[in-house]
């Protein structure tokens, strides 16, 4: 198999020649230093990695204030306070070529050769950013209309962009919304069904309508909201982050519907362990979850 078959293989939880080897996303200063230099192209750096896919960005803009730590922006400061701050809510033209032109590119050089993704979001973690979790929750109580309105218009730009994807040529979609600590959710199982569903389902149908497999990532302790979220119809879930999820238990609730991706520890073993630490760690994952596809 090539990386290309390799993922989409996993993605259908068939079971592939090997565990496919994929990431959302790789902090620059980390690209830098695997590499050794400044410039050089994402497949390059899939090379120097053995990476099995790589990643089209068509993610909308948060709206708030930013700050830089590290070459990592973060939103420092919400942007939407009230119904006055929506008129800045303003996106990209999804009809316009050149939000397509860079993906477009990369998909030409390496067609074929490595599984792409549409690095995307379904519309939960902009507004959770634009409104700050405080502001969320008090227009919970106060204007629920504001989250309605906000959660729409990120919906209907998103679905705009997935029509768009069948001619760009991606292989699969990857939303990132994040929606929990590792505590627990943001929110409870009733905001979701509530005030979030409706429009994910939308973004959902829109996705699964073109047909393209469905990876969706949200860190922290997911368990109170997977069933809900499971009614969306994703095909792989990431990253299982450890500790918050047990990837053994959802592995055995879950593992005939699901592709599940991730579960290595990034704040220790990644990062601190030696090398025979990160081998021993992957290859437990890979005799317990991997069984079976």
């Given at each position: 198999m090539d990386s290309r078959e390799r993922v989409l293989a996993a993605l259908r939880r068939e079971q592939p020649d090997r565990v496919p080897f994929v990431e959302g996303g790789i902090d620059l200063p980390m690209q830098r230093a695997?590499?050794?230099?400044?410039?050089?192209?994402p497949e390059e750096l899939n090379e120097v990695m053995g990476r099995d896919n790589l990643g089209v960005t068509l993610r909308p803009p948060i709206f708030g204030e930013y700050e830089e730590r590290?070459?990592?922006?973060?939103?420092?400061?919400?942007?939407i306070r009230s119904r006055a701050d929506l008129e800045q809510v303003v996106f990209p033209d999804p009809d316009d070529p050149s939000l397509y032109a860079e993906g477009e590119q990369l998909i030409r050089r390496n067609r074929g050769k490595y599984a792409v993704a549409a690095n995307m979001r379904l519309g939960a973690?902009?507004?959770?950013?634009?409104?700050?979790?405080?502001?969320?929750?008090?227009a919970l109580a106060d204007d629920p209309g504001l989250i309605d309105t906000l959660l729409g218009r990120y919906a209907d730009w998103t679905i705009a962009v997935v029509r768009h994807l069948r001619d760009l040529g991606v292989d699969f979609v990857w939303t990132f919304d994040d929606?929990?600590?590792?505590?627990?959710?943001?929110?409870?199982?009733?905001?979701?069904r509530n005030v979030f569903m409706p429009h994910l389902r939308r973004?959902?149908?829109a996705i699964k309508g073109e047909g393209f497999p469905w990876v969706f990532h949200s860190d922290g302790n997911l368990m109170s909201l997977l069933d809900d979220l499971l009614t969306l119809?994703?095909?792989?879930?990431?990253p299982l982050e450890?500790?918050?999820m047990d990837i053994e238990r959802?592995?055995?609730?879950?593992?005939?519907?699901?592709?599940?991706?991730?579960?290595?520890d990034l704040h220790y073993t990644l990062t601190r362990g030696t090398p025979e630490e990160v081998e021993a760690e992957v290859k437990q994952r890979i005799e317990t979850i991997g069984r079976g596809g």
């Open positions: 695997l590499m050794g230099r400044d410039q050089f192209l590290g070459e990592i922006n973060y939103v420092a400061r919400p942007g973690s902009p507004v959770l950013l634009s409104l700050g979790l405080e502001g969320f929750s008090y929606m929990a600590y590792k505590t627990g959710p943001m929110f409870s199982p009733k905001v979701l973004v959902a149908q119809g994703f095909d792989g879930l990431h450890p500790g918050p959802v592995k055995r609730l879950y593992g005939d519907r699901l592709c599940l991706i991730g579960n290595i």
